[in-house]
């Protein structure tokens, strides 16, 4: 049996969306989801027998790495950069009382 797309269908995939379609706009969704639908009908005609399933593409691989300080602590030459310069920290103008 084929899958029917009807106004009641489009009307809760909208308010479940949240899109408000004109009239116009329903007939097409209608339209567009049956050709989708009819899309998947012939996706399961395949024979996929043999065919072992998968996740990815690729391999995944576990990347996870040393995690090494390379650059050190640079903190006085960004400090250089501060027009004013407190307690090894930058000093900003308050942005409330």
Do not use: C, W
Not at 23 to 30: G, H, T, V
Not at 74 to 89: C, S, T
């Amino acid at each position: 049996m084929k899958p029917r797309i009807d106004d009641e269908t489009i009307e809760y995939i909208g308010i479940l969306a949240k899109l408000e379609l004109s009239p116009e706009e329903r007939e097409q969704a209608k339209g567009d989801m049956g050709r989708m639908l009819d899309y998947i009908g012939k996706l399961e005609e395949l024979d996929t027998a043999g065919i072992e399933p998968v996740s990815h593409v690729f391999t995944v691989e576990n990347v996870f790495r040393e995690d090494v300080v390379t650059n050190g602590d640079m903190r006085g030459d960004i400090l250089k950069n501060a027009p004013e310069e407190k307690d090894g920290m930058f000093v900003v103008p308050k942005t409330f009382d």
